[in-house]
């Protein structure tokens, strides 16, 4: 049953006793399920105020009363007519009548909540229950304790060019704890142990190099951010790529070399007489650690921090619901609070407000002047004091920017950022095919030989290959959007070899006429978040084989995917 969070209730009953009236009534509303009919997994709804459906229905004369099934029901419709009315921030204006604001999921919130502290806007009523005090420095504590969803959301800023305005409001201390967290959720550790012990360590160079080594190679950070801000972009953009994240094995030769910074006098005259700072015989390092399997997210490790706030109060594994109100009248039951736990893609019955606009996505300028550190013009961050000695040059090569200008909006991440999409599939099965390329490391971040393919590419052209009824599917278009690439885009080649494996694989897996077919011909219900895929099925239609061969457990965080997916079933 997801979370339920209500703010406040009035409760007007004929009784003396008001405490154990009130004890009485939270018992009561804590055992009932107001999740509404249609409520997408990931969705978090906000309603300002949600007068008692159904007054006297309660009973709170008595710690003994029975379950109030019939205000349960009446509840959960209220809550759907809320659903279906509320609107969506994400989305664009909302109007100052609106009761009711939806997110698609946790990502979703935080982007919002991010964007309007940006830009003082964070008086709205949701919030005021939604973050934990009404400045910038709240909404980073938000973000702190969701580091699962910080690249999705931040991917969504970047998508409207409001990423940079963000990030450069960063203080140093937020930006290293976010990378470090966000490394942590996503199976980094010794990654993050790095990072925490460079911004420990009063070395300038340290921190600068571990930056440019971390950047990825196809969105460089512009120049105009701190050291800092630079490696919270990098590790976010290298998180939501899927090209692997250089293992602490890799950093510890190139951090150690410049673990002693040289003199300021040696520095000056090295950056004078040889502004040169890097070799073109220097070896990039490629050694990796023993990454975890691809589909496992650990739990993120709680670490010091000067929140201790944040510290004390970790996320839920859902979003809450939560019901609102400010409204004076005085009804039997007045939920104040009530924002759902989901997070969600919108349906075809959640109706925007009429006045709600799209925002449009900003055009982002792209990045066409890089430099490597071997250029003959050193990098703003390499100050005459702060030059490299030859031995780090030696160890690191990168891509850095080297004309960013102040106002240029950070570039959006390699995977395509999507808006909250739902679809009805008799093909929904093609998602557990994730389960067989994560049981063959087809798409192991740490592995030498991953297939050309994206991984939605990957399902696509398997599913096509083996049921080809697919190509007629709404779910068709959906990996080709989740691929980047249009619907009548020609598809990549499949490695016969590769295909072949798939089918073995399947054969060993479930033990019926055709394996493929059983497999991907599963109707279910697919919804799409800008941080989670979730595919819906019907628990009385599931095959007991495919339980059994663990082909529909949750993959959970995908690299290559940059999603965290997961199978329900009711």
Do not use: K
Request: glycine fraction near 2%; charged fraction near 25%; hydrophobic fraction near 50%.
């Amino acid at each position: 049953m997801p979370a339920t969070t209500i703010g406040r209730v009035r409760v007007r009953a004929n009784a003396e006793d008001a405490l154990a009236v009130r004890m009485r009534g939270e018992a009561a509303l804590r055992a009932l399920d107001l999740e509404p009919h249609g409520m997408p997994p990931q969705a978090i709804l906000c309603i300002r105020a949600l007068a008692d459906p159904m007054p006297g229905a309660i009973d709170v004369r008595s710690s003994h009363a029975s379950r109030a099934t019939s205000w349960e029901r009446a509840a959960r419709i209220a809550i759907g007519d809320a659903l279906r009315r509320a609107v969506r921030p994400a989305l664009g204006f909302v109007p100052a009548a609106a009761d009711a604001v939806l997110f698609a999921d946790r990502a979703e919130l935080l982007a919002c909540a991010a964007r309007d502290a940006c830009r003082g806007a964070l008086d709205a009523w949701w919030w005021m229950h939604l973050v934990r005090g009404m400045s910038f420095e709240a909404v980073i504590r938000e973000w702190l304790r969701a580091p699962d969803y910080v690249a999705a959301a931040y991917a969504l800023l970047a998508e409207r060019g409001e990423a940079l305005a963000f990030v450069r409001q960063l203080a140093a201390e937020d930006a290293i704890a976010l990378a470090t967290r966000v490394l942590d959720a996503h199976g980094h550790d010794a990654l993050a142990r790095i990072v925490s012990e460079a911004h420990a360590q009063p070395s300038p160079p340290r921190m600068a190099t571990l930056a440019r080594v971390l950047a990825s190679p196809n969105v460089p950070p512009p120049a105009a951010l701190t050291t800092e801000q630079q490696l919270f972009v990098a590790v976010i953009e290298r998180v939501r790529s899927p090209h692997a994240l250089p293992s602490a094995r890799a950093l510890e030769p190139i951090l150690d070399a410049i673990a002693v910074p040289p003199r300021a006098h040696e520095s000056r005259v090295q950056a004078a007489a040889s502004p040169e700072v890097g070799s073109h015989d220097a070896a990039t390092p490629r050694a990796f650690d023993d990454a975890p399997a691809a589909h496992r997210v650990d739990a993120p490790r709680a670490q010091e921090s000067h929140r201790e706030d944040v510290r004390d109060a970790p996320l839920a594994s859902q979003p809450p619901v939560r019901a609102l109100d400010d409204s004076r009248s005085e009804p039997s039951i007045d939920a104040r609070e009530l924002a759902t736990p989901q997070d969600l893609a919108p349906t075809t019955s959640v109706r925007e407000h009429e006045h709600a606009s799209t925002l449009d996505t900003h055009d982002v300028a792209s990045v066409t002047e890089v430099a490597r550190l071997d250029d003959p013009a050193p990098h703003p961050l390499l100050s005459s004091t702060t030059a490299l000695p030859p031995d780090a040059n030696d160890a690191v090569e990168a891509t850095i920017d080297t004309a960013a200008d102040d106002d240029e909006p950070l570039a959006p991440p390699a995977l395509p950022t999507l808006l909250a999409h739902a679809i009805d599939s008799p093909h929904a099965g093609v998602f557990f095919l994730l389960n067989i390329a994560l049981a063959l490391e087809l798409y192991d971040p740490y592995a030498a030989d991953a297939p050309e393919l994206n991984l939605w590419d990957f399902l696509a052209c398997t599913a096509r290959a083996l049921v080809p009824a697919i190509e007629d599917d709404d779910v068709w278009p959906l990996l080709a959007r989740l691929a980047g690439r249009e619907p009548h885009d020609e598809l990549p080649p499949l490695d016969d070899e590769l295909l072949a494996r798939v089918r073995e694989t399947l054969a060993l897996f479930l033990d019926v006429d055709d394996p493929a077919a059983f497999l991907i011909r599963r109707y279910g219900r697919i919804t799409l978040t800008p941080a989670h895929l979730d595919v819906a099925f019907a628990l009385a239609a599931h095959p007991i084989e495919i339980r059994m061969a663990g082909l529909d457990r949750n993959p959970g965080w995908i690299p290559a995917a940059g999603l965290h997916v997961a199978f329900h079933f009711d």
